[in-house]
């Protein structure tokens, strides 16, 4: 009950606010007025002030919501980026960035840089290899007709020529052979470098995969006064490109030869339905940071390898290329003791393949 004597009062409550009393007479009666108005801020300012708890529980979770959609509209971006830069770095030159390129952002402006930068990396790396392959293939003809002079002055009147002027042809003659030998390489390489390359793959046993091989890495080595131990599980076959897996292989064990001091040891093993080649030397091994470039084309240690023993650089550049395009891996790695070891491995049945 309100006393006439009241002074005026406001009150809130329920999105509205009341005001009064105040005092109106009508026919010799006198009555207490109120008026009432809605609260400005609608249904925010009821909750606000009626339920604050709830209100603060609002705004944290609005809050979280804004936040977490500032920050995915940021990541989502360089995560595009990250993956088309790790994509790049295995090799993939048509690796691009994709909807972050289209922002107006500065990340935008770092996708369209990406962009930029593969594709003149693929370009100039592209172009690279063509022009390689290209001078290898023209070197062919020339390289053809001094191999046939060679012949035909080699097969004159040995008589007549002085012991100076045959050491000088035989010398010739080997260069000739190094130069055909590195020209086939290059071309090799380019192939095995093209993404378009097409395999004979067919199913072949281990032993007759093996066999050749060992036979002429035995011979090798043999006449450079070393020996080769070759151990191998029984009745296992693969589906490879005979030719060139077996290339790859040959590639690497001539590769132990070189650099071995005495002893290599070929083993090949099962695991985790894959094939598992171990080459492993007795030599000096390598400098770790050196391990991975070993099999880039036409890179030597700085601390063992030169022209004379370790050929030109390519053979376990090419090795590796056509491990990859059987699905298969090779690394490098120092033995515990001394020398390097050289790791293999190779899917039994690759997945999609029937081989039986």
């Known amino acids: 009950m309100f006393d006439p004597e009241s002074s005026a ?15 109106i007479t009508k026919n010799n009666k006198t009555y207490l007025l109120f008026t009432v108005t809605n609260q400005p801020g609608g249904l925010v300012r009821v909750i606000s002030h009626e339920y604050p ?15 977490y959609l500032f920050v995915r509209s940021l990541l989502k971006p360089i995560i595009q980026v990250q993956r088309a830069s790790r994509r790049m770095a295995s ?32 370009i100039l790396l592209n172009g690279q290899k063509r022009l390689l392959a290209d001078i290898s293939h023209e070197l062919r003809s020339p390289l053809a007709r001094l191999q046939l002079s060679i012949g035909i002055a080699q ?13 000088a042809m ?17 071309l090799m390489l380019s192939k095995l470098d093209n993404q378009d390359n097409v395999l004979n ?55 132990a030869i070189h650099y071995s001091a005495g002893r290599i040891d070929i ?30 084309p036409f890179y030597r240690s700085s601390t063992a390898r030169d022209r004379n023993s370790g050929g030109v650089g390519l053979g376990l550049a090419i090795a590796l290329r056509a491990v990859k395009q059987h699905d298969g891996t090779l690394i490098a790695r120092n033995c515990d003791e001394n020398g390097l070891e050289v790791i293999i491995s190779m899917p039994l049945k690759p997945e999609g393949i029937n081989v039986s």
């Open 9 to 23: 009062l406001v009150l809130e409550t329920q999105g509205k606010i009341y005001n009064g009393p105040s005092h």
């Open 53 to 67: 708890g709830l209100f603060l529980f609002f705004l944290i979770s609005f809050s979280g919501a804004l936040c």
């Open 91 to 122: 090799g993939d030159l048509a690796s691009r960035v994709g909807n972050a390129s289209e922002r107006m952002d500065e990340i935008g402006q770092l996708g369209r840089d990406f962009n930029f930068m593969s594709e003149k990396v693929e």
């Open 155 to 167: 097969q004159q009147d040995l008589d007549r020529q002085s012991p100076k002027t045959q050491v």
């Open 170 to 186: 035989e010398r010739i003659e080997k260069e000739a052979s190094q130069i055909e030998s590195m020209i086939a390489q290059v």
């Open 201 to 255: 793959k067919q199913k072949i046993s281990l032993g007759d995969l093996m066999t050749p091989i060992i036979n002429d890495a035995t011979f090798e080595a043999q006449q450079k006064g070393k020996i080769i131990h070759y151990e191998a599980i029984q009745q296992s076959e693969l589906f490879v490109d005979p030719q060139l897996f077996a290339s790859a292989i040959e590639n690497v064990i001539r590769n």
């Open 267 to 296: 083993n090949v093993t099962e695991k985790d339905k894959h094939l598992v080649w171990s080459i492993r030397d007795d030599g000096n091994g390598m400098d770790s940071d050196q391990l991975n470039r070993i099999f880039e």
